[in-house]
């Protein structure tokens, strides 16, 4: 009969090795890419180490450049040129760099009884009551007045303070404990705690002007600024080994900057592919793909068609199509391990297991395959026998039992191009909490199955 063991137990010294040796590194870019700018200028920084350059500093392509886009620092697109007409089918590996967070708002500063705090909305999937008590930092950018761009980075750094959501001490909690989980913490409750000094020879509001006049002296930053800025709050804490074998990851943002790391290493191990090879990093894809870095951006076609422009001299709109038509894509995104604590969430026999390799999802949606694009027999076929060709452990699963919600990915938008797609990526515990699980052999297995793609599919 079918069954699927932990992968472990069929790794030999030589794999554990190569697989502990992975993690090091992924963890080293967990901690360097806290939010999809900092990911994108740490993907842009490993990606010219490897020999890529910048696809518009360039007039045209040849088979085995190494070429890559940025859009608007929140995504980028990386290509091996293949030795076949781009024409003829790219393969994709899409992963979202964006991942549940605590954004400041535009105007965001006040104090209240003798404390200075910053208003926030929280962006994404999340359990609120999750994002109280713990150590926040924060990042981002401010453009200010005079059109001086400031980098913000403050809270991970060995010495640098930290941030925090306060919540309700237990002894006065009796009326909090009972609501529903989703409104023990309100979203308009989820203020940061920034300062507590007063200003002196102020008397109103003089926690705020201390605020500001600290701001002002440090960073350059005014409080019109705000209104410009991009600073989101996250975890203060770096990725640290799990458990006494240390065959886990613990880390923020594992959602899904494991898959997108993993494809970097895929695309970045390749060379003179016959297809071409095309790693996207995208943006917004927690709060639906939209926006000009999202998945549904015309950013994707744009990249495209300059590949087919700079590699064959000329362009029209059915070289896209006939691009699209013929390529493939692996959808590489996370998957809900199965957790035994919660066992009642998932049909243990198409549930996916930490350990037990990358996680194959034919689709996603939630309450009847709503929002998926369901991928079909013959592709997954062929995906299989990628896989065991190259000794990749895999598994198969979907997002829970039926009735209980599940989940999109960006894979129904780029179904819609007429693309065949999957969701391929690793299986997380915790998902979209501040600190999630991975195992260390899916995600070593993950860099495999991209890898495999990007080489041996369709041969």
Request: glycine share 8%.
């Amino acid at each position: 009969m079918y069954q699927k063991e932990s992968g472990w137990k069929a790794a030999d010294s030589a794999l554990k090795t190569r697989i502990y040796d992975f993690a090091e590194g992924y963890k080293t870019f967990l901690d360097a890419a806290k939010t999809e700018r900092a990911a994108v200028a740490e993907s842009v920084r490993l990606a010219k180490a490897q020999g890529f350059v910048d696809a518009e500093t360039k007039d045209s392509f040849k088979p085995g450049d190494k070429v890559y886009f940025v859009n608007r620092h929140k995504n980028v697109l990386l290509a091996v040129i293949g030795e076949e007409p781009v024409e003829a089918g790219i393969h994709f590996v899409i992963a979202h760099i964006d991942c549940p967070r605590v954004d400041i708002k535009q105007n965001p500063a006040y104090c209240d009884s003798g404390l200075a705090l910053l208003k926030t909305h929280y962006y994404g999937g999340i359990k609120k009551y999750q994002w109280t008590a713990i150590p926040l930092a924060l990042y981002g950018v401010v453009l200010t007045k005079d059109g001086k761009r400031i980098e913000v980075s403050i809270g991970d750094k060995e010495g640098d303070p930290v941030f925090c959501i306060t919540d309700l001490l237990p002894h006065l909690a009796t009326e909090q404990m009972q609501k529903k989980a989703t409104e023990i913490v309100a979203g308009e409750a989820l203020n940061i705690l920034v300062g507590s000094l007063p200003a002196e020879d102020c008397e109103k509001d003089a926690e705020k002007e201390a605020l500001l006049a600290l701001l002002g002296e440090r960073y350059g930053i005014s409080e019109e600024d705000f209104l410009s800025a991009e600073l989101e709050a996250v975890p203060a804490y770096n990725a640290r080994d799990l458990g006494f074998d240390r065959g886990m990851i613990a880390a923020y943002g594992q959602d899904d900057r494991v898959c997108a790391y993993t494809g970097l290493q895929a695309i970045f191990d390749l060379e003179n592919p016959a297809k071409t090879a095309v790693c996207v990093l995208t943006d917004k894809e927690e709060i639906g793909s939209m926006g000009n870095t999202g998945m549904r951006s015309a950013f994707f076609e744009y990249a495209i068609a300059v590949l087919l422009e700079k590699t064959t001299g000329q362009y029209h709109e059915l070289m896209l199509k006939r691009t699209f038509r013929n390529s493939k894509c692996l959808s590489a995104d996370v998957a809900a391990g199965f957790d035994p604590t919660y066992p009642e969430t998932h049909d243990k026999l198409n549930a996916t297991f930490m350990g037990r390799g990358v996680a194959i999802t034919k689709y996603t949606g939630s309450r009847g395959k709503g929002g998926t694009s369901d991928a079909n027999a013959e592709f997954l076929f062929d995906v299989r026998r990628c896989f065991d060709a190259e000794e990749v452990f895999w598994q198969c699963g979907e997002m829970g039992k039926v009735d209980f919600g599940g989940g999109g990915t960006i894979a129904q938008y780029v179904a819609n191009l007429d693309m065949e797609v999957v969701d391929c990526g690793v299986p997380l515990l915790s998902m979209h909490a501040p600190m999630e699980v991975a195992s260390k052999l899916d995600v070593y297995m993950a860099y495999r199955a991209y890898k495999a793609f990007f080489e041996t599919f369709g041969k």
